[in-house]
């Protein structure tokens, strides 16, 4: 599609000048440092208190500022920040996408945080099966790399998409596959590195024998290099037997640095790999730059069964004997996420079709060359686990007498095409953001989230875990992946009072005898950090932990590499984001309704810093954070926002909320589009939350022109339209753009929306009102004459009752409903948007009593009537006005309307880009439903929000952002093999318009309109 433009070079609004955003804020901390890193580096330095924030938490339960932060561009940044830091003894801590669940990713140190710049592949190499990147590039992007060459980077946790491959190092990552794939430590080839000095190295395989002669050759004044090989030969000589008698043998296992591998690999090759000594020493050892991995064939063939079990250890029972079948995977979900999940739109058909009083399931998946091969693999599984059942295939002859073990499983259903496949496997993944959308001060923390222990204890372990949680008067729910024995366990606590950290430490205390005695890790999966560090010691006894402080001394003589991990000294119960000493004051009353999220304060608390709204448009679709997307900065994703308002309402910043610097900095770019409401798992809402801050802020600091203007819409276009065609030329007159820009503040760069004389309402008073009877039709239907549609845009309007009418539906336009508000909402103007949502909903109520149903044209009014208003009114006639009020796709395909109308033949291919608005509740699909219906092959685009956000998109400082957001959705379109695109949203109508070559693209109804036989 002629959709090719691209982002130009001015769209990063960090080079526009007339942006003026730094995403810094408050005060410098040590400024001579900042100035003599700042000197030294190209990349970004920033000691600032936002960054310093920004940077102070990651997914874990901690909270640590760090000293300043520094987003190198090159080795030579690192390697000039860590000389530095370590002549003037300052501690650094290389850092990701802050993904880690144990505290690991914080510290009071300066951060090097890889992800914004350092972030491409270097070379692939598909003959040798290799590819070479920089530490920062997301293992999402990698894989897209490679999946032309049918390769992957093997290892795939489940936030893959947000975390990057120095991490993955960093914590040995690996994800559900493990049972196939092991951990990220068996792919590392070769890692480029930067010492604790500074010195610039690479580690690779070394034969045991030339490892032995460099370390016979170091002494008291060798380089760090050979220390460090004298440690390792010295560990390996005389702690081999220690090592094999203290590490589990467990296929996952990270607790702690990784010397069993370093001995397995020195007896099974004669070589040692110091890059693999890296992974999982969570940039305590040396700061990664770039690595090379192996990769592996992307599978064939995939199927997948769902067992279904009455009792969570009936499931644990089962896990050892399915893994003799050679699985891909093996997956428990218990019965307080399948209730969860029950609840759910997504997932509640799945839940029905299993059987009655299922309590827990696992989810099984084979890999094969063919799918007759991967169904002959569940039907051996099937026959041996639960014989009876008719499995697609048949089973192997014998296949299916592997096992001798009891039969568990009550029921089975399998999975061959991919679109179910997705299905269950989103419903396993779907766990974590079910559990986190608790916004109480209970809630389900991570510090014994990643235990393991062998497939063939965890009946009795997880009954033990039980027994305990009891014992704590609390409990939690049991998931992940069962196979490797790795079960997510997270206890419901409120860190908020001393009691709850007691019993968090109890817990964790007593879960760490359990896993010793099960023969397991304390981390299978995350890592030690903050929370399991001091668990080590006792995991390995003191030797091992005396030789863990060894080796730590070899590669960082003073401890200056992310101190207190892994070896360290960190006290699980300190740095904790909320303790027992921690306030809250948001500093002004709220006006919106909350009662929904636990009052405001629930909702400020509720981001679990996951950092799910880091990914990228290409790699982890949806909506959410499209500023954080189009920029790449931390202060402009959703998880920034949420910290940063946290901290300015729980004291840690010294800024009130709504002061002028914090309105611009953190939330003017938030772009209002909703899409974190639905794609954080936890259901952070903040456009509601912006909403009600910079209501506050205009309370003190009074409104804009401009402001003013954009929320009093309805008259400009009136107006606008009275004068038509004037007001038209007047707009196009030479100097006008520049003219709103200096007066107004409005982008001259952009085209705004024409205005017609003759509006839809005049068009539908002409008609004479609705060609369909009242008493002919079964259903009535309020069409609302928004002032877009009216004054703008009556073509839709006119579609919208043509279409209406040939569905047999009476239409009338009410003169006393225009503008819904929206305007005013999205400028913050909560008084002026209330007012007008009361008149609207006196308007409408009684309509609605009297059987008529409400159709908005444009999605943003529609969410608007059933969302907003409840916010805003919270009574009985705005909950009957937002249960009565659709979008006009919805409103067809809701009450399949369209069934009995006929349609001429439509050749066109459509692309559907939806409104953030109706994807935020989840309503976008109705449109595609209803063009389908209608004739049309419709490509639906997992496209994002399009960057105009209303108003947002014509101010002038903010057109930079607008267009980088447009180019992501832009790039979409033009990768579409469709021939046209069609958008409801009047805003991103008008964006494509600026930023397509196709000129404006029509609303969804007006090509089912147009196909109307
Ligand atoms: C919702 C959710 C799901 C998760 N699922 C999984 C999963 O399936 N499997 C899994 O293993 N983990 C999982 N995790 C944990 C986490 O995402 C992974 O461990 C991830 O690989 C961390 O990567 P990151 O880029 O976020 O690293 P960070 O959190 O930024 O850093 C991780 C550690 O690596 C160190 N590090 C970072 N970069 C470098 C470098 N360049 N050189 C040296 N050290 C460095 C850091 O100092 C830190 O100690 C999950 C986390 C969340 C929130
Ligand atoms: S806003 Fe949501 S997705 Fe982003 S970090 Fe917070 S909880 Fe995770
Ligand atoms: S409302 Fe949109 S722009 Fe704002 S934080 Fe949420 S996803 Fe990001």
């Known amino acids: 599609m002629a959709y090719d433009s691209r982002p130009t070079e001015r769209s990063d609004p960090a080079t526009d000048p007339s942006a003026n955003y730094d995403y810094r804020g408050g005060a410098e901390h040590r400024p001579a440092l900042d100035a003599a890193l700042t000197a030294r580096v190209d990349g970004d330095v920033r000691f600032d208190t936002y960054t310093r924030e920004l940077f102070a938490t990651d997914a874990s339960a901690y909270e640590q500022r760090p000293i300043g932060v520094v987003s190198p561009r090159s080795v030579e940044d690192v390697v000039a ?37 350092m972030d491409s592949v270097v070379s692939v190499d598909p003959e040798e ?18 999946d032309p060459h049918g390769l992957k980077f093997a290892p795939d946790p489940a936030w893959g998409d947000k975390s990057v491959l120095g991490g993955a190092i960093g914590n040995n990552t ?3 596959h493990s049972l196939k794939y092991g951990k990220t430590d068996a792919y590392i080839e070769e890692c480029e590195a930067v010492l604790a000095d500074g010195t610039h190295t690479t580690f690779g395989w070394v034969s045991v024998d030339e490892l032995q002669r460099r370390a016979r050759e170091a002494d008291e004044d060798s380089d760090l290099e050979g220390r460090i090989h004298a440690a390792v030969a010295r560990i390996l000589v005389e702690d081999a037997e220690e090592i ?7 296929k996952r296992n990270v607790s702690g640095y990784n010397l069993d591998e370093l001995v397995d690999t020195a007896r099974e090759r004669g070589e040692v790999n110091l890059a693999r000594l890296l992974a999982g020493s969570e940039g305590t050892l040396a700061i990664v730059t770039s690595a090379t991995v192996s990769l592996e064939p992307v599978p064939q063939s995939t199927a997948v069964v769902l067992l279904t079990y009455d009792d969570i250890l009936d499931a644990m029972r089962d896990v050892a004997p399915i893994l003799d079948h050679d699985p891909a995977a093996v997956e ?42 991967a169904e002959r693999k569940i039907a051996d599984l099937l026959a041996d686990r639960l014989p009876g059942h008719e499995a697609r295939a048949t089973p192997t002859e014998g296949g299916g007498d592997v096992t001798a073990e009891p039969i568990h499983a009550v029921d089975a259903l399998e999975a061959y095409d991919d679109d179910r496949q997705a299905k269950f496997w989103k419903m396993r993944k779907a766990g974590l953001p079910i559990l986190l959308s608790r916004t109480g001060d209970d809630k389900h923390w991570p510090f014994v989230e990643d235990t393991a222990v062998p497939a063939r204890n965890l009946p009795e372990y997880v009954a033990d875990i039980q027994a305990l949680l009891d014992e704590h008067d609390t409990f939690a729910s049991y998931y992940a992946h ?67 402080r060894e080796l730590k001394t070899a590669f960082d003589p003073d401890w200056l590499l992310n101190p207190g991990n892994v070896c360290g000294d960190h006290d699980p119960t300190e740095t904790l984001r909320y303790d027992a000493e921690y306030t809250f004051d948001a500093g002004f009353e709220p006006t919106l309704n909350w009662d929904t999220e636990n009052g405001f304060q629930g909702m400020v608390e509720l981001c679990h ?78 456009a509601k939350l912006k909403a009600e801050v910079v209501h506050e802020h205009h309370q003190r600091e009074g409104l804009s022109l401009r402001d003013r203007l954009f929320a009093n819409v309805e008259t400009v276009l009136s107006l606008g339209s009275t004068f038509a065609p004037v007001s038209n030329w007047l707009m196009d007159l030479p100097g006008a753009g520049r003219l709103a820009e200096r ?51 009556p073509d839709v309007g006119k579609a919208t009752v043509r279409v209406l009418e040939a569905a047999g539906v009476h239409v009338s336009v009410p003169d006393a409903v225009t503008d819904s508000g929206r305007p005013a909402f999205s400028k913050s103007m909560l008084d002026h948007a209330r007012e007008t949502a009361r008149e609207n909903v006196a308007a409408l109520a009684p309509r609605i009593r009297e059987g008529w149903d409400v159709v908005a044209v444009e999605p943003s009014d529609a969410v608007m009537y059933q969302l907003d208003y409840r916010d805003l009114l919270s009574n009985d006639d705005a909950d009957t006005v937002a249960t009565n009020t659709y979008g006009v796709c919805e409103y067809l395909d809701s009450h399949r309307l369209l069934d009995g109308v006929e349609f001429g033949a439509t050749e066109r291919a459509l692309a559907y880009h939806g409104h953030c608005h109706q994807k935020a509740t989840t309503k976008d699909h109705h449109a595609v439903g209803v063009l389908r219906q209608a004739g049309y092959d419709v490509d639906p685009l997992d496209s994002g929000c399009c960057g105009m956000a209303g108003s947002f998109g014509y101010e002038a400082e903010h057109y930079s952002m607008s267009e980088a957001i447009a180019g992501l959705l832009v790039e979409q379109i033009g990768d579409s093999a469709a021939q046209q695109v069609v958008a409801p949203g009047a805003s991103c109508r008008s964006q494509l318009d600026d930023f397509g070559e196709d000129g404006e693209p029509p609303h969804p109804i007006e090509m089912v309109a147009a196909a109307l036989a």
């Open 81 to 117: 920040v860590v000389e530095y830091c370590a002549e003037h003894g300052i501690p650094v801590l290389p850092r990701g996408g802050g993904t880690s669940l144990a505290g690991q990713a914080v510290n009071e140190a300066v951060v090097l945080d890889f992800k914004r710049h």
């Open 129 to 146: 099966g290799r590819a070479k990147a920089e530490a920062g590039i997301t293992i999402a992007r990698l894989n897209d790399r490679l």
């Open 174 to 176: 690996t994800g559900a």
């Open 244 to 250: 094999d008698e203290k590490y589990p043998d467990l």
């Open 332 to 373: 428990v979900m218990d019965d307080t996420l399948l209730d969860l999940a029950a609840d759910t739109a997504e997932f509640a058909d799945v839940v029905s079709l299993l059987p009655e009083g299922t309590d827990s399931t696992l989810l099984v998946e084979f890999y094969a060359d063919s799918p007759a091969d």
């Open 482 to 548: 069962a196979g490797p024995g790795v079960l997510h366990i997270r206890p419901l606590l409120n860190l908020k009072s001393q009691t709850g950290i007691e019993t968090m430490e109890a817990i964790s205390e007593g879960i760490t005898d359990l896993v010793i005695e099960y023969e397991g890790s304390v981390s299978g999966e995350h890592g030690d950090g903050r929370a399991r560090t001091q668990w080590n010691r006792k995991l390995y006894g003191e030797d091992l932990w005396a030789t863990f």
């Open 609 to 686: 810093g996951c950092a799910g709204c880091t990914g990228h448009q290409e790699t982890t679709g949806g909506v959410m954070c499209p500023t954080y997307r189009a920029s790449e900065e931390e202060l402009t994703s959703t998880r920034g926002r949420a910290n940063m308002l946290r901290s300015a309402m729980d004291g840690d910043l010294p800024d009130e909320p709504f002061d002028e610097e914090f309105v611009t900095e953190v939330l003017d770019l938030c772009i209002g589009c909703k899409g974190c409401k639905k794609d954080c798992p936890s259901g952070v809402d903040m």
């Open 743 to 793: 007066t107004v503040g409005i982008s001259s760069e952009r085209t705004l929306p024409g205005f017609h004389r003759a509006t839809f309402r005049d068009w539908m008073d002409e008609r004479g009102g609705s060609r369909v009877a009242e008493g002919d039709a079964d259903r009535k239907a309020l069409v609302l004459a928004d002032p877009y549609t009216d004054y703008s845009h």
